[in-house]
C-alpha cells in the first residue's frame, strides 16, 4: 500500500512539473523532455544523496535538517562521507541541495543561480555520468534548463523549486526494478515516440521485453551468471538492457550501448542511474553504430557475453552506404550491404546491417535476441537468406518467436523475435504466437496485448523445448537446411487428416448427394441467369 501511495505521488510530480512547463508556453515543446527529465534526475540525485548519508552517518539521520548537519561538517568529514558513499552516489556539495536553493529563491536572477548550480553538479560528475559520443566528447548531466524558457525564467525557477521541495524520493531507494520500471515509463511516455527519427527511439513492448530476457537468462540461471556484457547497438532508452540486467543482477553485468540519438542517450542515462547501474554510464555512446562502432577490445571491435535489440526497420542510410562496403568492413557484414534503391530511400532495410553487425559481436557461446521483420524468416533469397544460413550453417541458432500483428502500437509490421545462440549445437524451437493475444485500440492505432498467462507459455515452451500442436516446433538444423532455411514454424506443422471408417456403401451414399446438391446448385445458378438477362433487357427500353 505504501508503493502504491508513493508510486501515486511521484505520479503527481511528474504530472505538476509538466504542468509548469506548459504554463511557461513548454508543452508539447521539443525541449520540454529535457527540462522534465533533468529536473527529475535533480531532485532524484539529491535525494539518493540524503539516503546514503543518512545510512552510514546516525547523527545526520538524527539531525532536524540534514543538509545543515552536512554543511556543519568540515570539508575533509564531507569528503570522507562521501568516499563512503560509493561512486553510484553523486558527490554533491552543501549549494547542490534543493534546500539551498529553496533558501535563496527571492535572490536577484535565480534563474542564473539554478542553471549555475545545476552546471556545477553536472561538471564536478562528469567522469562517472557524462555520457560521450563516439568521436569523444561529453554530453554532460545537465544543461542550463532555464534557457529553453523565453520569458519570466526566475518565476519558472521558482516554481520547480517549490514543487521539488514539497517531495521525497527516500523512502523508494529500497524498491525492486518493477518500480523503477514502471516509473520511468510513466516519466517519459509523452517523449519516446517513434517521430521518424534515425533509429529506435519507441519503448519497446513490455511482452517483448519480459520474452528475450527470460529465453535469454532462464530462471534456473538467474543469480549464477556473473561478470557477463550485455550490449544493445541500438539501445533507444535501454528498455531490453533494462530487463536483462535485472534477470541477470544489476551488479552482475555491465551494460554496453550505442544509439546516434542524442535524445535516446540522455533517456537510458536516466534509465541506468533509476536502476543502480551508474557503473555502466561510461559505456553509454551516442554516435553511429553501423560507421563508427565504438566498443573495441584493442583494434578489433568487443566480443559481449549478451545482446539484445530491437534496431530500426528501414532507413535512408544512402549517404554512406558505400563508406561500409568496403574491405574494411567485409567481415563484419558478411551477407552483404543493402543497395540504394532508385526511389523510396528511406525504405532501406538498415535491420540487416544491425543483424550482421550483432552475429559479428557475439562472444564464443554468447547469446543475442533481436526483433526482426517477420518477412526476414522466410525470404528466398538475398541478404536475408544469406544471414540465415550462416545461422544455421554454423550452428548458432536458438529459434524464433513470431509474435502477433500490432504488438507495437506504432507499426504495422509483423515481427519475430530471433534468439542466437553460439552454443546450441542441438535442435532449434520455432514458435508461431501470431494467434495470441487480445486486439484493443490504442489511440487511432490498434495494438495486440498478450496476457501474462500467455508470455509465460511462450517462455515455458521456448526455454523446455516443447512441441506443441498449432504453436511450436523442435527441429533439427538439417530440417531447417532442407526446408530453404525457413524459420516460419507454420513451414514445419504436420498437415493433420481426419479418417472416417465408412462402408463402401455408405461412401456411395455420401458421392451421391453431394452429386445431387451441385445438380441442384447449377439449376438455381442458370434460373438466375435468366432472370437478369430479362432485367436488363426490360431496362435496356425503359
Not at 110 to 122: G, P
Given at each position: 500500500?505504501?508503493?502504491?501511495?508513493?508510486?501515486?505521488?511521484?505520479?503527481?510530480?511528474?504530472?505538476?512539473?509538466?504542468?509548469?512547463?506548459?504554463?511557461?508556453g513548454l508543452g508539447n515543446d521539443g525541449n520540454e523532455f529535457k527540462i522534465i527529465t533533468q529536473v527529475f534526475l535533480y531532485k532524484f540525485l539529491n535525494d539518493k544523496f540524503a539516503f546514503e548519508a543518512k545510512k552510514i552517518n546516525p547523527d545526520i539521520a538524527k539531525a532536524e535538517s540534514w543538509e545543515e548537519a552536512i554543511t556543519s561538517l568540515s570539508d575533509e568529514e564531507r569528503?570522507?562521507?562521501?568516499?563512503?558513499?560509493?561512486?553510484?552516489?553523486?558527490?554533491?556539495?552543501?549549494?547542490?541541495?534543493?534546500?539551498?536553493?529553496?533558501?535563496?529563491?527571492?535572490?536577484?536572477?535565480?534563474?542564473?543561480?539554478?542553471?549555475?548550480?545545476?552546471?556545477?553538479?553536472?561538471?564536478?560528475?562528469?567522469?562517472?555520468?557524462?555520457?560521450?559520443?563516439?568521436?569523444?566528447?561529453?554530453?554532460?548531466?545537465?544543461?542550463?534548463?532555464?534557457?529553453?524558457?523565453?520569458?519570466?525564467?526566475?518565476?519558472?525557477?521558482?516554481?520547480?523549486?517549490?514543487?521539488?521541495?514539497?517531495?521525497?524520493?527516500?523512502?523508494?531507494?529500497?524498491?525492486?526494478?518493477?518500480?523503477?520500471?514502471?516509473?520511468?515509463?510513466?516519466?517519459?511516455?509523452?517523449?519516446?515516440?517513434?517521430?521518424?527519427?534515425?533509429?529506435?527511439?519507441?519503448?519497446?513492448?513490455?511482452?517483448?521485453?519480459?520474452?528475450?530476457?527470460?529465453?535469454?537468462?532462464?530462471?534456473?540461471?538467474?543469480?549464477?551468471?556473473?561478470?557477463?556484457?550485455?550490449?544493445?547497438?541500438?539501445?533507444?532508452?535501454?528498455?531490453?538492457?533494462?530487463?536483462?540486467?535485472?534477470?541477470?543482477?544489476?551488479?552482475?553485468?555491465?551494460?554496453?550501448?550505442?544509439?546516434?540519438?542524442?535524445?535516446?542517450?540522455?533517456?537510458?542515462?536516466?534509465?541506468?542511474?533509476?536502476?543502480?547501474?551508474?557503473?555502466?554510464?561510461?559505456?553509454?555512446?551516442?554516435?553511429?553504430?553501423?560507421?563508427?562502432?565504438?566498443?573495441?577490445?584493442?583494434?578489433?571491435?568487443?566480443?559481449?557475453?549478451?545482446?539484445?535489440?530491437?534496431?530500426?526497420?528501414?532507413?535512408?542510410?544512402?549517404?554512406?552506404?558505400?563508406?561500409?562496403?568496403?574491405?574494411?568492413?567485409?567481415?563484419?557484414?558478411?551477407?552483404?550491404?543493402?543497395?540504394?534503391?532508385?526511389?523510396?530511400?528511406?525504405?532501406?532495410?538498415?535491420?540487416?546491417?544491425?543483424?550482421?553487425?550483432?552475429?559479428?559481436?557475439?562472444?564464443?557461446?554468447?547469446?543475442?535476441?533481436?526483433?526482426?521483420?517477420?518477412?526476414?524468416?522466410?525470404?528466398?533469397?538475398?541478404?536475408?537468406?544469406?544471414?540465415?544460413?550462416?545461422?544455421?550453417?554454423?550452428?548458432?541458432?536458438?529459434?524464433?518467436?513470431?509474435?502477433?500483428?500490432?504488438?507495437?502500437?506504432?507499426?504495422?509490421?509483423?515481427?519475430?523475435?530471433?534468439?542466437?545462440?553460439?552454443?546450441?549445437?542441438?535442435?532449434?524451437?520455432?514458435?508461431?504466437?501470431?494467434?495470441?493475444?487480445?486486439?484493443?485500440?490504442?489511440?487511432?492505432?490498434?495494438?495486440?496485448?498478450?496476457?501474462?498467462?500467455?508470455?509465460?507459455?511462450?517462455?515455458?515452451?521456448?526455454?523446455?523445448?516443447?512441441?506443441?500442436?498449432?504453436?511450436?516446433?523442435?527441429?533439427?538444423?538439417?530440417?531447417?537446411?532442407?526446408?530453404?532455411?525457413?524459420?516460419?514454424?507454420?513451414?514445419?506443422?504436420?498437415?493433420?487428416?481426419?479418417?472416417?471408417?465408412?462402408?463402401?456403401?455408405?461412401?456411395?451414399?455420401?458421392?451421391?448427394?453431394?452429386?445431387?446438391?451441385?445438380?441442384?446448385?447449377?439449376?438455381?445458378?442458370?434460373?438466375?441467369?435468366?432472370?437478369?438477362?430479362?432485367?436488363?433487357?426490360?431496362?435496356?427500353?425503359?
Amino acid at each position: 500500500m505504501v508503493t502504491q501511495d508513493f508510486n501515486k505521488r511521484t505520479r503527481e510530480l511528474i504530472d505538476n512539473l509538466k504542468g509548469i512547463t506548459a504554463a511557461y508556453g513548454l508543452g508539447n515543446d521539443g525541449n520540454e523532455f529535457k527540462i522534465i527529465t533533468q529536473v527529475f534526475l535533480y531532485k532524484f540525485l539529491n535525494d539518493k544523496f540524503a539516503f546514503e548519508a543518512k545510512k552510514i552517518n546516525p547523527d545526520i539521520a538524527k539531525a532536524e535538517s540534514w543538509e545543515e548537519a552536512i554543511t556543519s561538517l568540515s570539508d575533509e568529514e564531507r569528503d570522507m562521507l562521501q568516499l563512503q558513499m560509493g561512486p553510484d552516489t553523486a558527490r554533491l556539495k552543501p549549494e547542490h541541495f534543493i534546500s539551498h536553493l529553496f533558501s535563496r529563491q527571492n535572490a536577484p536572477e535565480f534563474a542564473k543561480l539554478f542553471d549555475d548550480t545545476l552546471r556545477d553538479i553536472a561538471i564536478t560528475n562528469n567522469e562517472i555520468f557524462a555520457v560521450k559520443t563516439d568521436g569523444g566528447t561529453k554530453i554532460t548531466l545537465f544543461d542550463r534548463v532555464s534557457e529553453y524558457v523565453t520569458d519570466r525564467r526566475d518565476d519558472f525557477c521558482r516554481a520547480v523549486i517549490n514543487k521539488l521541495v514539497e517531495f521525497s524520493f527516500e523512502r523508494i531507494f529500497t524498491q525492486k526494478y518493477d518500480f523503477y520500471a514502471t516509473l520511468f515509463e510513466y516519466l517519459i511516455k509523452d517523449y519516446n515516440k517513434d517521430s521518424g527519427g534515425k533509429y529506435a527511439e519507441y519503448y519497446t513492448p513490455h511482452a517483448v521485453a519480459k520474452i528475450m530476457a527470460a529465453i535469454l537468462v532462464p530462471e534456473e540461471q538467474q543469480g549464477k551468471v556473473k561478470n557477463v556484457s550485455c550490449y544493445d547497438p541500438s539501445a533507444g532508452s535501454g528498455t531490453l538492457l533494462m530487463n536483462i540486467a535485472h534477470a541477470i543482477g544489476e551488479k552482475r553485468c555491465s551494460i554496453y550501448s550505442q544509439d546516434i540519438s542524442q535524445k535516446s542517450s540522455s533517456l537510458l542515462r536516466l534509465n541506468l542511474i533509476l536502476n543502480n547501474l551508474v557503473h555502466s554510464i561510461p559505456h553509454i555512446i551516442q554516435g553511429n553504430t553501423m560507421l563508427h562502432p565504438y566498443h573495441k577490445d584493442g583494434k578489433a571491435l568487443k566480443k559481449f557475453d549478451y545482446i539484445v535489440s530491437n534496431p530500426p526497420f528501414k532507413m535512408d542510410f544512402s549517404d554512406f552506404r558505400n563508406e561500409l562496403d568496403t574491405k574494411e568492413h567485409q567481415e563484419r557484414f558478411f551477407a552483404g550491404i543493402p543497395k540504394v534503391p532508385a526511389k523510396v530511400k528511406e525504405k532501406m532495410s538498415i535491420y540487416q546491417l544491425f543483424l550482421q553487425h550483432i552475429i559479428y559481436s557475439l562472444k564464443p557461446g554468447g547469446r543475442a535476441a533481436v526483433v526482426v521483420p517477420t518477412g526476414f524468416i522466410t525470404a528466398q533469397s538475398g541478404i536475408d537468406k544469406k544471414i540465415r544460413q550462416k545461422l544455421v550453417d554454423d550452428k548458432m541458432l536458438a529459434g524464433v518467436v513470431s509474435m502477433p500483428s500490432n504488438i507495437f502500437a506504432t507499426t504495422g509490421t509483423n515481427v519475430s523475435i530471433l534468439f542466437i545462440d553460439r552454443a546450441n549445437k542441438e535442435d532449434v524451437v520455432l514458435i508461431d504466437a501470431s494467434n495470441l493475444g487480445e486486439k484493443i485500440k490504442d489511440g487511432k492505432n490498434q495494438k495486440t496485448l498478450l496476457s501474462e498467462d500467455e508470455e509465460d507459455r511462450i517462455i515455458d515452451t521456448f526455454n523446455g523445448k516443447h512441441s506443441v500442436d498449432d504453436l511450436s516446433v523442435v527441429v533439427s538444423y538439417e530440417e531447417i537446411s532442407a526446408k530453404n532455411y525457413s524459420l516460419s514454424a507454420g513451414q514445419y506443422f504436420e498437415v493433420k487428416i481426419e479418417y472416417l471408417d465408412i462402408t463402401p456403401k455408405q461412401f456411395a451414399d455420401k458421392m451421391n448427394g453431394f452429386s445431387d446438391n451441385l445438380d441442384k446448385l447449377f439449376k438455381e445458378s442458370g434460373e438466375l441467369e435468366q432472370e437478369i438477362k430479362k432485367q436488363l433487357a426490360v431496362l435496356k427500353y425503359e
